[in-house]
């Protein structure tokens, strides 16, 4: 496995990490753990979760499946949404509030098995908490020894500026794929000039960009993307031709269109490191397999070209969520 630097920050990890927001409290736990284990023994060193995943059910199987594994992997995860945290419950509001963040890191560091948090990200930005008050609890948390880099995810331009004059940002998580293009735009400049890792996730396209989903998909009651106006039937239909054309490039590149996906982005900047999720080892070796995938300047002007012309239907949150998390 190819290795790279998040920005100018020396944190180095494995070119493509292991998203493990799937992972919840389900029936094959002994499986997911050993699907963990298995991309450690695949070369895989960036793992990502966060405490709003179940809540709490992620982080203790990430913490579990990776426990013989410390001091060798590299463990992101999340606060930033209000969960009770003695109870758990989960308000459905934000919340990085100094003293939230500090129960929430407590419960972390628990949870994930370790006494210091490699990579500890804002979920979401707080608009009634100063990012300067959140960079500071940070700040202290790493002085303290129970984190080592700083995070945001789904951060804009002002709030990664704000956040890394009071504690340097190593990276920034947002979603970014060849049918989720706006950070493009005024996000990644930003980070290049900041010398700001750039992780993104559903690389994939929460699994449409595989191949695997079609019109006729039904999805259970508890995905969400059920609820996503980009998975919605008709926006399936359409965006069927942006499958097909990935198809045929995949094709011509003897890959997979995951591993065309995967390889676009590795190729987009040396500073990205995407973060597909999989609950099942063909797949991850699929998805691994990327890093030897070479796109040439052709191929990237190909894609650039056809991605601008199939732009897809269907935007990709619910409203709702959107204004919620402040996108």
Known sequence: MDIRKLGRSGLTVSAIGFGCMGYGA????????????????????????????????????????????????????????????????????????????????????????????????????????????????????????????????????????RAHAVQPVVALQSEYSLWTREPETDVMPVLEELGIGFVPFSPLGKGFLAGKIDEATAFQANDFRAKIPRFAPEARRANQAFVDWLGAMAERKKATRAQVALAWLLAKKPWIVPIPGTRKLERLKENLDAVSLTLAEDDMREIDVRTAELKPLGARYPEAFMRLSGL
């Open 26 to 161: 389900a029936p094959d736990k002994a499986n997911l753990i050993a699907l963990i284990r298995a991309a450690v023994e695949s070369g895989v060193t960036f793992f990502d979760t966060a405490e709003a995943y179940g809540p709490w059910t992620n982080e203790e199987i990430v913490g579990e499946a990776l426990a013989p594994f410390k001091g060798e992997v590299v463990i992101a995860t999340k606060f930033g949404w209000d969960i009770d945290p003695v109870t758990g419950v989960h308000s459905g509001a934000v919340n990085s509030k100094p003293g939230h963040i500090r129960a929430a890191v407590e419960g972390m560091l628990r949870r994930l098995r370790v006494e210091r948090i490699d990579l500890l990200y804002q979920h979401r930005v707080d608009l009634n908490v100063p990012m300067e008050d959140v960079a500071g609890t940070v700040k202290d948390l790493i002085r303290e020894g129970k984190a080592k880099h700083f995070g945001l995810s789904e951060a804009g331009v002002g709030s990664i500026r």
